[in-house]
């Protein structure tokens, strides 16, 4: 295992986005150079190296990380992604923006995000179970229930946090179910945890079309990804009333202007892998400049930038993924007078149901799907209350609120402890 502290790279991408917001937020509060120093760099990060023996028998060498951004509040908090574009900067970027989620939905965690540079469509089940083994005994000194407490992300799923979790139960002598959440609900997950991210959208889409008067029955919106995030976010938004008139995933977009039928778009892409070749829908050229209401990127990092903000036409952009739009994409669609409401508000709902999962494995005492979906329907809607009105009463764009709020709940969390030694 080594320890790493490289500085950052300097081509732009989503660590100088997080910390250009940083420094935004650290300016209105009125903080110091210090404060924000302390707050734009991780507390601690390891890389470390993954030998594999592929199924053939080669052995290949991965690279993967994990960030702890902050534990001014609690135990780190974030997810595992495996994805070939994964690279310490990002990972850097992602945990911060969990940092301020936790921060801002009042969830007693801090910052954490891990990553694995891996294309897990060319491996199998068998390699991938092997890489998630390798790479948690690796990080094992630094997570446990009251340290980190990995999530899935992008690239994983509720087979990656059990293999995690068994792993680092085995080292441990006993079954540690706070270690990860997003497990499979026969092995301490909770009810409503893999919806639970596209539920939190929807409240907050709703609630923000409402916000400019747009009835969200009949009102359009465009989806772009068709993962755990996007596809049931699309699902809830059309049994909502919205007409999803468009989806896309990695290999292209579908549309139909009378709106698509998501579970059918849904079995579609349990068949043949992709939205692509959806019987009832047209190809679309480019799903972020629809004429919609809403806009709901539920991928990547910096889809829409400075380079397509201008077209971007939907009146409200609603951030399923972390880090989806630039911070020159934000000012120009502020300019344009459209609403953006930000990943850490309106993403959160995965992480929320990861708290509630991991205070139910803490307790071993298990809550009923309507529990689980009451308590997040209450935190998104206090959120989104807190949000709107600070924005409001500052006159700042929602992520500019936002960030304001949850670096002061982390700053004040850091300067009541003080400095050790
Ligand atoms: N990966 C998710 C996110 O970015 C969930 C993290 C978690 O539940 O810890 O918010």
């Known amino acids: 295992m080594t320890s790493t502290l490289q500085p950052a790279v300097t081509a732009r991408g989503p660590l100088d986005d997080a910390r250009t917001q940083l420094r935004e937020a650290t300016t209105i509060l009125g903080y110091d150079e210090g404060l924000y120093s302390m707050l734009a760099t991780p507390r601690r990060e390891v890389t470390v190296s993954i030998p594999l023996r592929r199924d053939n028998g080669d052995t290949e060498l991965l690279i993967g990380h994990r960030v702890q951004h902050n534990f001014s509040r609690g135990p780190a908090k974030g997810g595992l992604r495996y994805s070939p574009d994964v690279n310490l900067d990002e990972v850097r970027a992602l945990a911060m923006w969990m940092t301020w989620k936790c921060a801002l939905l009042d969830v007693p965690y801090g910052g954490a995000k891990g990553g694995v540079r891996i294309d897990p469509r060319n491996y199998s089940s068998a390699e991938l179970e092997r890489v998630t083994r390798r790479y948690t005994s690796e990080i094992s000194p630094l997570i446990g229930p009251e340290r980190d407490i990995p999530a899935p992300d992008i690239g994983t799923d509720e087979n990656t946090m059990a293999w995690l979790m068994d792993t680092y139960s085995v ?29 939190g959208v929807v409240h907050v889409a709703l609630a923000a079309l409402r916000s400019r008067g747009i009835d969200p029955v009949g009102a359009t919106a465009a989806v772009q990804g068709f993962g755990k995030v996007g596809s049931y976010a699309a699902r809830f938004l059309a049994e909502a009333g919205v007409r999803v008139v468009a989806v896309s995933d990695q290999y292209g977009a579908i549309g139909s202007h009378a709106g698509l039928d998501i579970p059918s778009v849904e079995e579609h892409v349990d068949t043949h892998g992709s939205v692509v070749g959806f019987p009832a829908g047209e190809e679309v050229d480019d799903l972020l400049t629809l004429d919609v209401d809403l806009l709901v990127p539920a991928a990547i990092e910096g889809v829409v930038h400075a380079g397509n903000a201008e077209q971007v036409r939907a009146q409200v952009i609603v951030e399923g993924a972390n880090g989806p739009t630039t911070p020159e994409a934000d000012t120009i669609l502020q300019s344009r007078g459209r609403l953006v409401v930000p990943d850490i508000l309106a993403n959160a709902g995965g992480v929320i149901v990861s708290y509630f999962e991991w205070v139910q494995a803490n307790q071993a005492y298990w809550w009923s799907a309507d529990e689980v979906e009451a308590r997040l329907a209450d935190r998104m809607t206090t959120a989104w209350d807190r949000v709107t009105e600070h924005a409001a009463r500052l006159d700042l764009p929602l992520r500019t609120a936002a960030t304001c709020l949850a670096v002061e709940r982390v700053a004040q969390a850091h300067l009541l402890r003080g400095l050790y030694p």
Request: hydrophobic content about 30%; aromatic content about 0%; cysteine-free.
């Open 171 to 199: 080292q441990q002598g006993h079954t540690v179910l706070g270690v990860a959440t997003g497990k499979p609900v026969s092995l301490g997950g909770s009810l409503g945890r893999a919806t639970a991210t596209s539920r």
